[in-house]
């Protein structure tokens, strides 16, 4: 069996699961991966002499400790390189999913790592310069008192928190009560009013709704 | 049997709480924190049942000290039943906290408080759906009026029940959840809360880490956010299921003049104005009842005695502190905590906060910090104490250096006894004047040069409700309870120490050590580092101190309107006393609490200092 087959099997049994919520047969892998059931049979058998898979009663296929080492490397393998082709280079993601189903087999894992550093990097990076950058929404302090409107987004970490255990989470309706000079607001959000800062507010991202 | 009391704060907790257990309550400080649990004991068919009044928390995942305690409560098992009291007419946003507590899986009960609340604005709830919805008994309950508070304690011995509820997440956390629970054997909550990276297994957050580290990046939404949305969500369709909105009856809104700039401000300026005058009022009058009862029938006879010197020494010092602790405990600080509570339990702190948000700003604070400053009007231990609710590290030392310098009830007797009955009442309001612009310009210098990061206000505003007497009284007669409880002992230790000072003469030695200060630096007689030196212990004491030690009554006798005036406010501004010290240290440590010491110091000699050139 070519090793990229064998990454391939150990890939899908170990994501089956996850998916369907039981581990797979052997025709749920040959459906999973357009094979006929007679081929997966005797690739099972090579996966079972080589100590990657443990069969069990019923044709249920599990991996072993080894299998599931390789499976999980090469998922990390495909999501790295899924994530690196889609969010750096553009590439829309089925393309960027085919690709990778290609290139995880041969990439080494030095590159994954550094790939990985990379996007950790570059996601930082973009919110340190701040989210708003590529969110357009309206802040929720430039909204006027009595406007209604639905939460987009919040930025920053510091203060997400409590506003996400009071309910302002993207996609609840909120609308404005009052709005002093300098920015402050209370907000009324799930039956409950609260007052925020100015700070506050403005790293509330919204939309506003009739 | 323990059975604990859960909820967001103003849920009304501490009302059921009052009500089943009277009010013998204990009030324990949790190990290693300096939140406080009310505990109290009740009997119930002849078996002694604790109860146990958890602090309001609005989740289970943050870093809060107080959300940290409730959470190692849940863990530990702290109680044998947990009742979720949950605000009726804040349900959906109640039942969030209530998602997360099924995950400790306790043996419950809920209670739908503020059903009377709820009834009033046309809300219906539906208890047999919403028990079958939980998994657990609901009961409706109305705190305010009393209406089946009964009923809590048999139905908790009764039949209480781990909730079958179980908040469907996302199916990305789903699947972390399995594999953290097969690969580490971590139960549900603590795999929910180190995905949000809390929790102290290292393994485990590292495990969690990685996998939340990849749902981030798929969903381009945090983790926190999506394990929110999923309970928010959950909550938002058991509330739907069980609450139905009748006719709502239409009512003036208060809000419409309470929370705009005009009339708003002017209102919270009247009410803070206010609350200080009666304290001011009802307190020197009482403060002169109650010493003047203690002396005659306590004091006097003591003297009478003829013990010998050195226990009538020690005897004597101790009467001096609990006269001391009553006088003004009770006079001043029993009467403002009277007015706070008033002010809390009417929901007009909240509105309070809101307005003073932008003053606040610029002092480097925010509203919050209102109250912790008000407080400190009355006395500055409990506000130091309550600088709690401040969140960062920043605005707890700038405020607590503030709160320090704010004339508190015992320093108002200074200004009022010195300043106000011989150089003039006009001459009294300049130092309070003087006092506050010190307070800005020391804020402004803090707000500069303090590390850290400004964190905003994100307050809740309570509903406002009309409050009851009996409510009132008991909040502050708990909190009297915790002052006298942390006071009273400094103030009795320090006062044998003084009393052992005099004693044995070293007063004369210390007068004699800081003669070059307070005779050439500040202008005073050399008897006055004395007074002051007691008020250090207790501030109103450096007033007492010194009519005692000058030999007359009519100070204006004895000394000069620029002496007076320059010991008021060397003495208001000076050292904070010990028991502010004291609580500073235990609430931010020992080196905020050696820093407001000596730039207090520093700053009293300074402006005393500037007074007596100036008029030279």
């Known amino acids: ?210 | 049997m323990k059975i604990a009391l859960l909820g967001n704060p103003g849920a009304g907790k501490s009302l059921i709480f009052n009500q089943l257990t009277g009010l013998g309550i204990e009030v324990n400080r949790y190990p290693g924190s300096s939140v406080c649990l009310e505990c109290g004991n009740v009997c119930y068919k002849k078996e002694k049942i604790e109860i146990v009044d958890l602090p309001g928390i609005y989740s289970l995942d943050g870093s809060s000290e107080e959300e940290i305690l409730v959470r190692k409560f849940l863990e530990q098992g702290g109680a044998d039943v947990i009742v979720a009291v949950l605000d009726a007419t804040k349900l959906e946003r109640n039942l969030y906290l209530f998602t997360q507590v099924t995950e400790f899986s306790p043996k419950l009960i809920a209670v739908v408080n503020m059903i009377d609340e709820a009834e009033r604005q046309g809300l219906i709830i539906d208890v047999d759906n919403l028990s079958s919805c939980l998994g657990i008994t609901v009961l409706l309950t109305a705190a305010s009026e009393g209406r089946d508070i009964d009923r809590i304690l048999p139905l908790a011995l009764g039949s209480a029940r781990v909730a079958t509820l179980q908040v469907p997440y996302d199916h990305h956390i789903e699947a972390a959840l399995k594999s953290l629970e097969k690969t580490l054997g971590a139960p549900r909550y603590k795999s929910l809360l180190a995905l949000q990276g809390t929790g102290e297994d290292r393994m485990l957050l590292d495990a969690a880490g990685a996998v939340a580290h990849e749902i981030e990046l798929r969903h381009r939404m945090s983790v926190r956010q999506i394990i929110a949305t999923n309970r928010h969500n959950l909550s938002r369709k058991i509330a739907a299921s069980a609450v139905r909105q009748g006719d709502r009856k239409k009512t003036y809104d208060l809000d419409s003049l309470l929370t705009r700039v005009f009339p708003g401000v002017p209102i919270l300026i009247a009410i803070l104005f206010f609350l200080l005058l009666t304290v001011f009022v009802i307190g020197s009058w009482m403060q002169e009842l109650i010493v003047q009862t203690f002396t005659t029938y306590i004091i006097l006879p003591f003297t009478a005695l003829e013990l010998p010197p050195l226990i009538e020494r020690i005897g004597f010092s101790v009467l001096i502190a609990l006269e001391a602790g009553l006088g003004i405990a009770f006079p001043f600080i029993f009467t403002f905590y009277i007015g706070l509570s008033l002010l809390e339990d009417t929901g007009y702190m909240t509105r309070a906060a809101f307005l003073a948000d932008r003053a606040m700003h610029r002092l480097g604070l925010h509203g919050e910090a209102i109250i912790p400053m008000v407080i400190g009007f009355g006395c500055t231990v409990p506000a130091v104490m309550s600088l709690r609710i401040l969140k960062t590290r920043r605005e707890q030392t700038i405020a607590a250096f503030l709160i320090s310098m704010i004339p508190c009830s015992a320093r108002m007797v200074v200004i009022a006894g010195v300043v106000a009955a011989f150089v003039g009442i006009f001459w009294a309001f300049s130092i309070y004047f003087i006092v506050f612009i010190l307070i800005i310009l020391t804020a402004i210098v803090l707000s500069r040069i303090t590390p850290g990061e400004q964190f905003g206000m994100i307050v809740e505003m309570s509903a406002l409700r009309r409050p009851q007497a009996h409510l009132v009284l008991a909040k502050s007669w708990l909190r009297i309870k915790e002052f006298l409880f942390i006071a009273m002992p400094i103030l009795i230790i320090t006062s044998i120490a003084l009393g052992l000072f005099q004693y044995f003469g070293l007063t004369d030695a210390f007068q004699q050590l800081v003669a070059p200060i307070t005779v050439t630096l500040l202008g005073l007689p050399e008897y006055a580092s004395t007074a002051l030196l007691f008020g250090v212990f207790r501030k109103e004491l450096a007033f007492e101190t010194l009519a005692v030690l000058s030999g007359t009554a009519d100070l204006g006798s004895v000394m000069t309107s620029v002496q007076l005036y320059t010991f008021a406010i060397v003495s208001v501004l000076f050292i904070p006393c010990i028991s502010t010290i004291a609580v500073l240290y235990r609430q931010l440590g020992a080196r905020i609490a050696i820093l407001v010491s000596v730039y207090t110091v520093f700053l009293g000699l300074t402006i005393g200092a500037i007074i007596n050139m100036l008029v030279k």
Not at chain 1, 165 to 170: A, I, N, R, W, Y
């Open chain 1, 1 to 210: 069996m070519q090793p990229s087959q064998r990454e391939d099997y150990l890939e899908a049994i170990q994501q089956y699961p996850e998916k369907n919520g039981h581990p797979p047969r052997y025709e749920d892998l040959a459906a999973a991966l357009g094979k006929s059931e007679s081929e997966v049979r005797s690739d099972m058998k090579d996966l079972v002499s080589s100590g990657d898979v443990s069969l069990l009663p019923e044709g249920v296929i599990t991996l072993t400790g080894q299998g599931r080492q390789t499976g999980e490397s090469v998922i990390k393998k495909h999501e790295t390189l899924q994530c690196f082709l889609s969010e750096i280079l553009g590439m829309d993601t089925s393309s960027a999913s085919d690709e990778a189903c290609t290139l995880e087999h041969a990439v080494s894992d030095e590159t994954i790592d550094r790939l990985g550093q990379l996007i950790v990097k570059q996601d930082s990076a973009r919110k340190v310069r701040g989210v708003e950058d590529n969110c357009q929404c309206p802040s929720i302090s430039d909204c006027a008192e009595g406007d209604n409107v639905i939460i987009h987004c919040i930025h920053g970490r510091a203060c997400a928190k409590r506003l996400l255990d009071l309910g302002m989470v993207p996609g609840e309706r909120a609308s404005i009560k009052r709005k002093l000079s300098n920015g402050a607001l209370v907000v009324q959000v799930k039956g409950c009013d609260v007052a925020l800062s100015p700070e506050i507010a403005s790293a509330i991202g919204v939309e506003r709704s009739s």
